[in-house]
Nanobody
């Protein structure tokens, strides 16, 4: 069992920054392979923002936010961070944290590769 709690979302002006946090807990936390950040807008599929393995560093960024986002992990806190800069209204979405418990090839780009999901945190960017 892995429990994920996202935080840090909010209502922000375009051009500003946000730092999202994902705190992992539960008895299976030590078995997590990777943590991913996804986002979803109504009418669109859930898309990868970034992911970071827990056993080695091989960070993958999605296309939409690449160059404006940095994912990092604090192992002492079992927390993964997503720093987003220069936000635009197109970044408005619910942002989800997810934990992958299975290795399907070492990439974890797809939502189906993650077994546990947080409830999400809303990010709204206004002009």
């Amino acid at each position: 069992q892995v429990q994920l709690l996202e935080s840090g979302g909010g209502f922000v002006q375009a051009g500003t920054s946000l730092r999202l946090s994902c705190a992992a807990s539960g008895r299976s936390t030590s078995r997590v392979y990777a943590t991913g950040w996804f986002r979803q807008t109504p009418g669109k599929e859930r898309e990868l923002v970034a992911n970071i393995p827990w056993t080695y560093t091989n960070i993958i960024y999605g296309d939409s936010l690449k160059g404006r986002v940095t994912i990092s992990r604090d192992a002492t806190k079992n927390t993964v961070y997503l720093q987003m800069n220069n936000l635009t209204p197109e970044d408005t979405a619910v942002y989800y944290c997810a934990a992958a418990m299975t290795d399907y090839g070492g990439h974890w780009k797809e939502a189906w590769e993650y077994e546990y999901w947080g409830r999400g945190t809303q990010v709204t960017v206004f002009s």
